[in-house]
């Protein structure tokens, strides 16, 4: 039901838009998030969006990471920028059956894409 893609290698510094999209659900709806697992680490909340666009970022990727519902698409973006070597991670998006976000935590989404690997380089 959710299908990410985007993912590639990028130089440090640079900048890669990750898009989600949804099938047999309205996005819009819903609190949506992006999540990442790098090598032997726990999956890490980025960045969630209410239904009503009320946005949450953690404090590794605010200012860098703008994440976004394309609703003609239906999709669920997340826009990357200033890449560091550390985001070098599997990222994955996901929904919650709530329209509002209580946080990053993972547990909170019930739905999750397969995941796109993001590989920074220096």
């Known amino acids: 039901q959710l299908a990410e893609s985007g993912g590639g290698s990028v130089e440090a510094g640079g900048s890669l838009t990750l898009s989600c999209e949804a099938s047999?659900?309205?996005?819009?709806?819903?609190?949506m998030g992006w999540f990442r697992q790098g090598p032997g680490s726990e999956r890490e909340g980025l960045a969630t969006?209410?239904?009503?666009?009320?946005?949450i970022y953690s404090g590794a990727v605010k200012g860098r990471f703008t994440i976004s519902k394309d609703l003609a698409k239906n999709s669920l973006d997340l826009h990357m920028s200033s890449l560091e070597v550390e985001d070098t991670a599997m990222y994955y998006c996901a929904a919650d059956s709530s329209g509002y976000c209580t946080g990053l935590r993972s547990n909170n989404f019930g739905v999750w894409g397969q995941g796109t690997r993001v590989t920074v380089s220096s």
């Open positions: 047999k659900f309205i996005i819009r709806r819903y609190c």
């Open positions: 969006i209410a239904g009503d666009g009320a946005t």
